[in-house]
């Protein structure tokens, strides 16, 4: 029976190992917070200490923060890189710089491990349905032993290719387009209301014309409603579109827009709002301007 | 018989100006530029001078630039405003600040004109086959009165309420996020090419993620081709986001993504790039990373 390990139970890697344990296989989770473990023990999660478990994994999956604490999980003082079989494929879902996955994937490759680049999208409804969408490059090898924990999680895998970096190229520029798109719609949102457009009037005529986005049909009813439950965190876009930026700015590449979104979203962090809905950066442009949004009191 | 009159036979207008044409109806064309007004003439449109129908007309359709031509034409010197009979409609499909359009329908009211305050969104193409999307505000009895040139013009009307000004407010929005809609998948595409992604993979791959935008879809393949054949001009945007950015800092609203987006454009036109597609803001980006798009040389 395929053994599948995930370090990270968080928000995206909790669903994402619980869909591989109603997928009906053997999953052991893993987090630096212990309550989370063994949360996730009772929920059906495989017994041993990643130490114990390690010869055995066929398929390590990482949903952890950044490049940093893939590095430290796979190769750090107590990484479980050294202690993997020959031939189990390491599968990292982390937001990370294409050059990092590549130096990542070399030294798995050393290892003689398979290694697949496979940041996620979709957010922790969709993690914890089994039905995110992966952005993968890797091997064929890395994609076919890593293909039991893949139908689990995923409904939607893109193959990009063999070498490792083009999955996380693909998600930077995917995070670029989401960020900047959800505060476009957060502008615009708000300036309707300048001009007495109320956001709900706004989202019904805009959804139908050339102005609409993905991220305006998805967040622009939680400004409309006055919800910020946090599905996905404003610091969450801090994290990302600083890797973004960081990609661009050693590449050369000046992206304006992308600057712009993420001093907002800076904006909407410093003023208290980092654990709120992304789409909480309205408070931003709603104070600037002395405008009372939705569902405020 | 409906008699139609339509003052402006540009790009958008002169498509329009066919399509009351095409549904049978009476049209007169009239534009600054005399062979326009001929051509339009030689296309099956009706004659005499504007002075000498004004009294006939039912429906007078605006498609010049600015509100400052709107106001010369129907307030000006020559303006035909006070020779309309009572009760015909004023119809200003022209992008403008939505005070300017309150000012003119309290000014047409107060001859005993309607005014119908309809912007309209859709491009060249969709004009000429009587497909616009109209963003249109004002009274029932000036909807009714205006409802065969609607008809025949539009695919869509979206009856935004009686108050005019509401119809010009949803424009400004839906320009706002079109603009940087189309400046962001400009970013987003040759950013991926400093990672060697290519913009026809970043489409293939981004129309089905949280990415996508209606602007990314539509533009985005205009920069895969490299065919920047202007369908929406780059100077177009110089108009419309100076208008958006006029009427927010008038709100005192800050819009730093619009802003930063028009200055994307400026660039453009700047380097002189004013008269191709509005996609081609992409080679703004291109040229600052020292990249080669696809179809250049």
Redesign the interface.
């Known amino acids: 029976m395929t053994k599948i390990a995930i370090i990270g139970l968080g928000a995206m890697g909790g669903g994402m190992a619980r869909s591989c344990l109603a997928a009906g296989l053997e999953v052991h989770g893993f987090d630096r917070d212990a309550d989370r473990t063994a949360a996730f023990r009772a929920a059906g999660g495989a017994e041993g200490t990643l130490d114990a478990i390690a010869a055995g994994i066929d398929i390590l999956v990482i949903v952890v923060v950044n490049a940093a604490q893939v590095e430290e999980a796979l190769f750090g003082p107590e990484g479980v890189a050294a202690r993997l079989r020959k031939g189990a494929v390491v599968v990292s879902c982390v937001t990370m710089a294409?050059d990092r996955a590549r130096e990542f994937a070399e030294r798995a490759g050393a290892l003689g491990l398979h290694y697949l680049d496979a940041p996620i999208?979709?957010g922790a409804v969709k993690a914890a349905a089994g039905a995110l969408?992966i952005?993968a490059s890797g091997s064929d090898a890395a994609f076919r032993t890593a293909r039991p924990a893949l139908d689990a999680m995923a409904e939607?895998v893109?193959e990009?290719g063999e070498?490792s970096?083009?999955g996380s190229?693909?998600k930077?520029?995917?995070?670029?387009?989401?960020g900047?798109?959800i505060?476009?719609?957060a502008?615009?949102l708000?300036?309707?209301m300048?001009?007495?457009?109320a956001p709900q009037?706004?989202l019904e005529?805009?959804a139908?014309?050339?102005?609409?986005?993905?991220?305006?049909q998805?967040r622009g009813p939680h400004i409309a409603a006055g919800d910020y439950t946090p599905l996905s965190a404003v610091d969450i876009w801090l994290k990302d579109l600083g890797i973004?930026l960081d990609?661009?700015s050693r590449?050369?590449?000046?992206?304006?827009?992308?600057?712009?979104?993420l001093?907002?979203f800076v904006a909407a962090s410093g003023s208290g709002l980092g654990g709120e809905d992304d789409s909480a950066v309205a408070k931003v442009?709603a104070r600037?301007?002395?405008l009372t949004l939705p569902g405020d009191s």
Request: net charge positive; hydrophobic share 50%.
């Open positions: 294409p999208s979709g969408s952005l939607t893109f990009l070498e970096g083009a190229a693909m930077a520029i995917n995070q670029m387009l989401v900047v798109h505060a476009a719609a502008e615009a708000t300036f309707g300048t001009q007495g457009v009037k706004t005529v805009i139908k014309c050339a102005g609409s986005s993905w991220a305006l998805n973004v990609i661009a590449a050369k590449f000046s992206a304006p827009l992308t600057a712009a979104t001093q907002q442009y600037n301007a002395g």
